[in-house]
T-cell receptor
Framework: AQSVAQPEDQVNVAEGNPLTVKCTYSVSGNPYLFWYVQYPNRGLQFLLKYITGDNLVKGSYGFEAEFNKSQTSFHLKKPSALVSDSALYFCAVRDAGRRALTFGSGTRLQVQP | EAQVTQNPRYLITVTGKKLTVTCSQNMNHEYMSWYRQDPGLGLRQIYYSMNVEVTDKGDVPEGYKVSRKEKRNFPLILESPSPNQTSLYFC????????????FGSGTQLSVL
């Protein structure tokens, strides 16, 4: 079985400060990992993915994520937060042998001016 | 413009009255999927389709039906809706082999009274 955990319901950060949104996963094989963002009244939008290769993955809007195999984590990061980054963020995982994605419960990011 | 279109955007119905939520994509994607989003639970997959006439159950298929007669369309059918199916529904699609860069529709908010 595959699963993903986002341990924080909400993350608050001041504009200009670095942000981290945490994600840990569990799969039986090699993981394919993803981050999606949901703005109010919109569908989810793809941010970035890790399939193989470099552990630091760069994505849209200045976001990046670090794959850590030993800690089974895939935390989302950004060096300097913007108020416009305020949204709901979802981590997702897929075992290399499966087609279906499993999403986490989501973390609401609130960036204060 | 590449997009996934869901209709309706909002739907209020009563228990037992059959309904269909439509989903259409204009990107010639092979893979399509339905999710429901509930607070604290993230997105859970209902059904997915790898191609025309090929559908399979996701994690929460009970009470739902789907069909894939054409590549672009993937309707979600609730034969006898119940209040526990009140939720926000998303349709998504991706190209085969794209490693799940999913494109999402804007969502359908369903309320079953």
């Amino acid at each position: 079985a595959q699963s993903v955990a986002q341990p924080e319901d909400q993350v608050n950060v001041a504009e200009g400060n670095p942000l981290t949104v945490k994600c840990t996963y569990s799969v039986s094989g090699n993981p394919y990992l993803f981050w999606y963002v949901q703005y109010p009244n919109r569908g989810l939008q793809f941010l970035l993915k890790y399939i193989t290769g470099d552990n630091l993955v760069k994505g849209s809007y200045g976001f990046e994520a670090e794959f850590n195999k030993s800690q089974t984590s895939f935390h989302l990061k950004k060096p300097s937060a913007l108020v416009s980054d305020s949204a709901l963020y979802f981590c997702a995982v897929r075992d290399a042998g499966r087609r279906a994605l499993t999403f986490g419960s989501g973390t609401r990011l609130q960036v204060q001016p | 413009e590449a997009q996934v279109t869901q209709n309706p955007r909002y739907l209020i119905t009563v228990t037992g009255k059959k309904l269909t939520v439509t989903c259409s994509q204009n990107m010639n994607h092979e893979y399509m999927s339905w999710y429901r989003q509930d607070p604290g639970l993230g997105l859970r997959q209902i059904y997915y389709s790898m191609n025309v006439e090929v559908t399979d159950k996701g994690d929460v298929p009970e009470g739902y039906k789907v069909s894939r007669k054409e590549k672009r369309n993937f309707p979600l059918i609730l034969e006898s809706p119940s209040p526990n199916q009140t939720s926000l529904y998303f349709c998504a699609s991706s190209a085969a082999g794209s490693n799940e860069k999913l494109f999402f529709g804007s969502g359908t908010q369903l309320s079953v009274l």
